[in-house]
């Protein structure tokens, strides 16, 4: 297999706070949800968009990772909400605002699970380019730069179509870019590794998104707010909670068992140090993550998302990017990022420190 190295990884948060007081104080959640949820506030951005804030982390980690944007040869950008303008794209406005005037830029869609799907069909084709691809040519020190993959995410959960603290059950939603630059085959100066992705679906379960309304004509004519509560009520209506707590225990399982598989780690290696939880509420990580992987792995299970709330399609790459920072891996040492979304979809991704 090809060595993928990740060249930089970035999250951008607006500096502005949403918190749970203010919302228990407005009377948009009850004491009891605040509880569940487990969060003090998460970031609130004030005026830039989710695209602008996706440019605003790809120009840090290009600047981070010394590569010049003429050299990427794919863009992937992600999102789970409005972006902000109806007929656009804005995987084209993130490669024009960064100068990638060479790249691909393609649109992701994958709801919440968006930047893991991403990393996942960037690290794809980089290896399929390397395979059958013409010879990388030496840049002017003499070595080739490698194929190249930016991966963005952009989320900003406003009003007056979402609310961040009721759209949903068990999520508070936060608003943030992310990146994650992609190298194929990984250089020596390269700080991280993507050894494997393994994704699970469960198509039959998009009807907890749906619900039983009418396919509206556009946007919000059927519901003028975002109200995941409500199709999720029928859908438990219609068949209880045991079917998606059975699939989500299965596709967690068969993550976890894929990418470790794939990637030559036991679940018990010593050198499996964290693996980071999806960034949802505590009681949706109490109720089934934490005890699953308790029992699955010796590694550090890190509540995440406690301080920024859930990032939209930004969960997984905003977790490779903390990897750089606040849970840094030494020398050989190995993490699990892990990611959900509406769908359904899970992924596990498997990141490495190089030796």
């Known amino acids: 297999m090809v060595p993928i190295g990740i060249v930089a990884a970035q999250l951008r948060l607006p500096d502005g706070r949403a918190t749970i007081a203010e919302a228990l104080a407005a009377g948009r959640l009850r004491a009891r949800d605040a509880q569940d949820l487990g969060h003090d506030e998460v970031p609130v951005s004030d005026g830039e968009s989710p695209p602008e ?14 590569i010049d944007p003429l050299d990427i040869d794919l863009i992937c950008h992600a999102w789970m909400y409005y972006q902000g303008h109806d007929m656009w794209s804005p995987a084209h406005y993130v490669a024009g605002e960064l100068g990638a005037r060479n790249t691909m830029p ?27 691809g013409s ?36 999520v508070a939603y936060g608003d943030a870019g992310t990146a994650v630059l992609l190298r194929v085959p990984a250089a020596p100066e390269d700080p991280l590794l993507l050894r494997a992705i393994a994704t699970v679906a469960a198509p039959e379960l998009e009807l907890m998104h749906r619900g039983d309304d009418p396919f509206g004509a556009a946007a919000r004519t059927v519901r003028e707010v975002v109200d995941m509560r409500a199709t999720k009520r029928v859908y438990l209506k219609a068949h209880g ?16 068992a894929t990418a470790l598989a794939d990637s030559g780690l036991a679940a018990n290696d ?18 089934s993550w934490f005890p699953m992987l308790t029992d699955a792995l ?33 020398p050989g040492e190995a993490a699990l990022v892990f990611s959900a979304g509406a769908g359904f979809t899970w992924s596990c991704v498997v990141v490495q420190a190089p030796y």
């Open 53 to 66: 804030l996706a440019v605003a982390a790809a120009r840090t980690a290009v600047e981070v990772g010394r």
């Open 106 to 132: 393609v649109g992701i869609q994958q709801m919440c699970n968006g930047g893991s799907a991403a990393l996942e069909l960037a690290a794809a084709r980089l290896s399929f380019e390397h395979l059958v």
């Open 135 to 170: 010879p990388l040519v030496p840049g002017p020190n003499g070595r080739a730069v490698g194929r190249l993959a930016l991966v963005t995410t952009g989320d900003r959960f406003d009003g007056p179509g979402f609310d961040r603290w009721r759209s949903d059950y068990g």
């Open 241 to 256: 909670s045991e079917a998606f707590v059975d699939a989500n225990r299965a596709a967690i399982r068969r993550v976890v």
């Open 270 to 287: 010593s050198r499996l140090r964290y693996a980071l939880l999806p960034r949802f509420g505590r009681k949706t990580l109490d109720g």
């Open 298 to 330: 010796t590694a550090e299970l890190v509540d995440i998302g406690r301080d920024t709330g859930h990032l939209g399609a930004g969960d997984a790459t905003a977790s490779v990017a903390d990897l750089l920072t606040d849970y840094k891996l030494a």
